[in-house]
């Protein structure tokens, strides 16, 4: 019933699938993608001597040429004036010394507070710090936060867009709650900590003097004197019921080049070589902690990385014997996006192919494991795909047609919701292909105890099952690659903004 409901879906919408029957070609190629090839290549790049493949780090650039010579091994061209490589202008900002004082409490970094913000000061600052709680109009109207360091209460909700509206109304500095519980708090705490002294990747920009701090509930407690559940209860309609501080405070910042790129290869089609497929990883994780231990990043993203590289290999494979797609696919692998998605930002901004000819983008990170909500189950052939219907109305259908024919994973949407609160839409590579409207699909194997741990090994990964949903990446590539039309950009892209 499943099968007929897609393939009746799809004669509705003039959907062109030949039928259910295997096409023997595609099998062919799709079968070169192997255990044994995928342990090879993650089994180097996550290993220990790679030490996290961190943005910008010689490791890092080891990583980027193991990529790069593998594809002209492979015979994928250059694309960019002849290089494997698209040079994105990053800097690491570092900020020596974070200091926050409220009355007489001196904060520590990483501990009591973790800093969130921009800035750079020659000496320090002293203002008032007042409570504002919930960003409303009618609490505005009652505390005033001009030149003032602001206490925010942001639980459960977005709070950028909060943040740039104190600070428009003249706020000198935020003190900002997100999370409830000091033990939400210290997981991230930790993580800054760990990661201290590497500074902040991300582009050039204007130093903004937007001083933001993050503390736990019970520190903002302790920092106006006044239990949680009274702080909270005032931060609704009362705020100026809570009494004012003295704070004093100061950034200094140095920033620094960063030798970063993109790693990309180039399959020319035939027919309709103009056309561009993009699939698409991110071949950086996040380096070492302060005590020396290796973020290997086996499943994040090297399972994506690897997949790309093999999936690159069975069109290359088809090539050679003169089954060349007859759209063009760049293999790309993009840098920093542990840093905030960097790479595809950069690439969206500076194509090396016109976005007006880029059909798709597919994007694979962290495809390797089984996660908490499949652990316990039976049949764990399953993966999340995230994307796939929100700017096309084909391309949904199109992959589980695919599925259907050759693979038969359990496609599970989930964290597709507009409402995820996960929000993994925003979280990698294809958002930025896709806010520029052009349709993406992103695969993805959910979270586990080690996502963005020092334990996130290959010993841990689940390899049969990574090699079946790799080649359920490839056959729904091939069939985008080589169908008469490309996917009409047919929806509304409601996810604009991070």
């Known amino acids: 019933m499943h099968k007929k409901l897609i393939l009746s879906g799809a004669i509705a919408l003039g959907l062109a699938f030949p039928t259910l029957a295997q096409t023997p070609a595609q099998v062919k190629y799709a079968n070169t993608i192997s255990v044994e090839d995928l342990t090879k290549h993650l089994t180097y ?13 010689e490791t ?34 570092n900020f020596s010394k974070v200091t926050l004082q409220i009355g007489k409490s001196k904060l520590v970094e990483n501990q009591d507070f973790v800093f969130t913000g921009d800035g ?12 504002l709680g919930l960003v409303t109009d009618e609490n ?92 909270k209860e005032a931060a609704k309609s009362t705020p100026e019921t809570i009494t004012s501080q003295k ?31 993009v699939i698409s990883s991110h071949y950086d994780h996040v380096g070492v902690s302060s ?19 093999e999936i690159a290999e069975a069109f290359a494979l088809a090539a050679k014997d003169g089954m ?38 597919i994007n694979i990170d962290m495809v390797g494991r089984i996660d908490y909500e499949y652990d316990k189950e039976e049949n764990k052939d399953y993966v999340y795909v995230i994307g796939s219907e929100m700017l096309s109305s084909h391309l949904k259908k199109i992959n589980e047609y695919n599925n259907i024919t050759y693979t038969n994973l359990i496609l599970d949407y ?8 996960n929000r993994f839409y925003y979280r990698s590579d294809h958002y930025n292909f896709a806010k520029h409207n052009i349709p993406v699909i992103f695969f993805f194997n959910g979270v586990h105890d080690d996502y963005h741990q020092v334990t996130d090994t290959v010993d841990k990964i689940e390899f049969p099952l990574m090699t079946k949903r790799a080649q359920l990446i490839f056959h729904t590539a091939w069939d985008l690659a080589n169908r008469e039309q490309r996917t009409p950009v047919d929806g509304t892209n409601t996810r604009t903004d991070r």
């Open 324 to 361: 060349k797609p007859r759209r063009s696919i760049l293999f790309l692998n993009v840098t920093g996006e542990e840093k905030g998605l960097l790479g595809s930002e950069y690439y969206g901004d500076h194509p090396v192919f016109p976005l007006a000819n880029t059909v798709n983008n």
């Open 45 to 57: 790049l996550a290993s220990d001597e790679m030490q996290g493949r961190d943005t910008g780090s």
């Open 247 to 277: 704070a004093t405070y100061q950034i200094v910042k140095t920033i620094t080049p960063v030798d970063a790129v993109n790693v990309m290869g180039f399959l020319e089609g035939t027919d309709k070589k103009e056309e561009v497929l």
């Open 414 to 421: 989930r964290y597709d919701a507009e409402d995820d609160p």
């Open 120 to 131: 750079n000061m020659a000496k320090a600052a002293k203002a008032d710090l007042v409570f």
């Open 291 to 309: 005590t020396g231990e290796v973020f290997n990043g086996a499943d994040d993203d090297g399972s994506g990385t690897v997949s790309v590289m």
């Open 60 to 93: 890092g650039k080891l990583a980027a040429q193991y990529l790069a010579d593998f594809y002209k091994n492979i015979g994928l061209t250059a694309p960019v004036n002849g290089s494997y490589f698209q040079t994105v202008p990053l800097v690491t900002a």
């Open 140 to 231: 505005l109207a009652k505390v005033d936060v001009k030149g003032k360091l602001v206490g925010l209460w942001a639980v459960g909700v977005r709070s950028n867009d909060l943040v740039t509206k104190v600070m428009d109304a003249g706020a000198a500095g935020i003190v900002i709650v997100t999370m409830e519980g000091q033990a939400n708090f210290d997981r991230i705490a930790n993580r800054y900590k760990t990661l201290a002294g590497r500074g902040r990747i991300g582009f050039d920009k204007e130093t903004a003097q937007r001083p933001i701090f993050m503390v736990s509930s019970d520190k903002m407690g302790q920092l106006f004197n006044t239990p949680v559940e009274t702080l």
